[in-house]
């Protein structure tokens, strides 16, 4: 069993980098990778550990990405996995500009929650996510001060799309993203598919099949919010389109209790070691 989504309180989750490890062995893994939101900071902190250990971690990342369709304006997870070389320092470089933008879009949307009378300051934010802080921190703080019962009321409230208070954050262009992927040796992947939200699968599939056409790699089939039915259609398209089948929990702790590493939610995951396997060797074929 593996697990190649995973988050660590070096982005949003709340398991420290070398506590995270110790849960994957603890649980029985055969291996793990660290994806946290635009940084690598979990995983460089990890591997000493990992490899002491002789485990299997996995160097990733989930890169926030924006993609328009007609009208509509998409924020897209990539998944990049980096399988036989590491990121270069150029990429590095290049992850400094969208963590900064996360930044811009903290202060914006202190100023708009501020406008509306909820009494936050950056600084509370900032104390739970550092640098990579984000909505889910955001949430912490606004339970912690009563204005929300729990997270989703947080987000229903305050910080999801929907919400009046709601700021958008800048991402590039996910067709940039895959390029800069792809060239820095990465396996760029689709996180959680069904989070796109299309009303029709004719529309999901034809956009699915753009991202191939632009050099998507790769489809995460098993996650934890992909039901009996999910699974198998983004299996099926994964076969049409010729990408690679990846899966993980999208583990962040006690952010969401509900998911268990490499279990999913309520048990709905049991990824074997095969799927990393053939991700290996597909990034030799690039």
């Excluded at 954050?169 to 996180?191: C, K, M, Q, S, T």
Aim: charged fraction near 25%.
């Amino acid at each position: 069993m593996i697990d190649l989504h995973a988050h660590t309180n070096e982005s949003d989750g709340s398991f420290s980098p070398i506590e995270l490890v110790d849960r994957a062995r603890a649980v029985g893994l055969e291996a793990l990778a660290i994806t946290d939101h635009d940084t690598f900071a979990g995983y460089d902190q990890a591997l000493p550990a990992a490899q002491k250990y002789g485990f299997d971690l996995v160097c990733g990342i989930e890169l926030s990405t924006r993609s328009e369709i007609g009208p509509r304006h998409l924020s897209v997870h990539l998944l990049s996995y980096f399988l036989h070389n590491p990121p270069s320092a150029a990429f590095r470089t290049w992850l400094e500009d969208l963590q900064e933008a996360r930044r811009d879009r903290n202060r914006r949307l202190i100023e708009k929650l501020q406008s509306v009378g909820i009494h936050i300051e950056l600084s509370e934010i900032e104390s739970l996510g550092r640098t990579l802080a984000g909505r889910p921190h955001f949430a912490r703080v606004l339970v912690r001060k009563g204005y929300a019962s729990n997270t989703d009321e947080a987000f229903r409230k305050y910080l999801g799309e929907t919400a009046p208070s709601y700021v958008e954050r800048y991402g590039p262009d996910i067709a940039v993203v895959i390029e800069r992927v792809n060239a820095d040796g990465g396996l760029p992947v689709l996180a959680h598919p069904v989070r796109l939200g299309f009303r029709t699968l004719s529309d999901e599939d034809a956009y699915i099949g753009h991202l191939r056409s632009v050099g998507l790699r790769g489809i995460e089939v098993y996650h934890s919010d992909h039901d009996a039915w999910d699974t198998p259609r983004y299996a099926s398209l994964a076969k049409k389109y010729g990408l690679e089948i990846t899966g993980g929990s999208d583990f962040h702790g006690d952010v969401k209790a509900h998911v268990e590493l490499g279990r999913g939610a309520d048990g709905n995951l049991d990824i074997p070691l095969s799927v990393l396997e053939n991700l290996r060797a597909a990034a030799s074929k690039k």
